[in-house]
């Protein structure tokens, strides 16, 4: 079993940057697509960033050019750069495969406010 652990958000004005960071454990994710995944408050949970095995990249049109996705295999981790905050982004971020084969982490909360 996979366990995934989340981390850097914060609260960041509209226009800041954060750094999120996924630390996996319990097994290698460097053969699975790793993908970035919000829920923001009242809605369902939706698909951010991926990035497969082979290091192709896809972003949901919300994110494209703000954000970017990258993963370190050796370290077992994946991370998410977010540039141009927008309060939209708010929600909190998890990290998981694609398609889902592992539980969800606890999430990092990220909130977009002035």
């Known amino acids: 079993q996979v366990q995934f652990v989340e981390s850097g958000g914060d609260l960041v004005q509209p226009g800041g940057s954060l750094r999120l960071s996924c630390v996996a454990s319990?097994?290698?994710?460097?053969?699975?697509?790793m993908g970035w995944y919000r829920q923001a408050p009242g809605k369902q949970r939706e698909s951010v960033a991926f990035?497969?095995?082979?290091?192709?990249?896809s972003y949901i049109d919300a994110v494209k050019s703000r954000f970017t996705i990258s993963r370190d295999n050796a370290k077992n981790t994946v991370s998410l750069q977010m540039n141009s905050l927008k309060p939209e982004d708010t929600g909190v971020y998890y990290c998981?495969?694609?398609?889902?084969?592992?539980?969800w982490g606890q999430g990092t909360q990220v909130i977009v406010s002035s």
């Open positions: 998981n495969t694609n398609p889902l084969y592992w539980s």
């Open positions: 319990g097994g290698n994710i460097a053969y699975y697509t």
């Open positions: 990035m497969s095995s082979d290091n192709r990249m």
